[in-house]
C-alpha cells in the first residue's frame, strides 16, 4: 500500500531521505520513499501498513503528518510517470534562440534528442560553423524545410 506523506514545500528530498534513513535505522517494514517531480509538499511512502509509515514519519523534520486514505499505484501514477511531450523540432529546421547568449540569432538545426530535451544548432550568420547544444525550450521554430 502506498501512503501520502505531508511535508514542508521544497523540502521533499530532504524529508524522504529522513524517513528512508530511519525505516533503515529501525528496521521498518517500508519498502519504498519517492517523491514526485510536480508535486509540491507530498512524499509517497510504500509499506504494508500504516503504523509503520507512522513509527517512521513521527518527530521528524519536515514532515507534517500522514494522509489517512490508502493509495493505489493507479492513483499516483499520472503524477509519479512523466508524460512525454511532442516536440516538433526537426533536423534542418531553421530556429530563433531565444535566450543569451545568443538571442534572437537565427540557427540551423543539426540534430535533436529528444530524450535530453535538447537540439544542436549552428548559427546561420556565423563564419565559421560551430555546434551549439540548447535546451529545446530556448528555441522557436521559424521555418520548416523538408528534407528531398
Known amino acids: ?15 524522504a531521505e529522513f524517513i528512508a534513513e530511519r525505516a533503515k535505522k ?4 517500508i519498502f519504498s520513499v ?9 512524499v509517497f511512502v510504500e509499506s504494508t ?8 514519519i513521527t518527530k ?3 514532515v507534517k503528518g500522514m ?3 490508502k493509495l493505489s499505484y493507479e492513483d499516483i501514477e499520472p503524477v509519479v510517470k512523466p508524460s512525454p511531450e ?8 531553421i530556429v530563433e534562440i531565444l535566450t543569451e547568449p545568443f538571442k534572437r540569432e537565427k540557427a540551423k538545426v543539426v540534430r535533436v534528442d529528444k530524450a535530453k530535451g535538447k537540439v544542436t544548432i549552428e548559427l546561420l550568420e556565423a563564419t565559421v560553423p560551430i555546434p551549439i547544444v540548447v535546451d529545446i525550450d530556448n528555441v522557436k521554430v521559424i521555418r ?5
Not at 502506498?2 to 524529508?15: C, D, G, L, P, R
Not at 511532442?86 to 529546421?93: G, V
Not at 520548416?144 to 528531398?148: A, G, H, I, S, Y
Open 67 to 69: 494522509l489517512t486514505k
Open 60 to 62: 521528524l523534520p519536515y
Open 26 to 29: 529501525k528496521n521498518l517494514n
Open 144 to 148: 520548416r524545410t523538408k528534407e528531398e
Open 1 to 15: 500500500m502506498i501512503f501520502a506523506v505531508k511535508v514542508i514545500t521544497n523540502k521533499e528530498s530532504q524529508a
Open 49 to 56: 501498513d500504516s503504523e509503520t509509515v507512522k513509527e517512521a
Open 86 to 93: 511532442t516536440i516538433s523540432i526537426e533536423k534542418n529546421d
Open 34 to 42: 519517492t517523491q514526485a517531480p510536480g508535486l509540491r509538499g507530498y
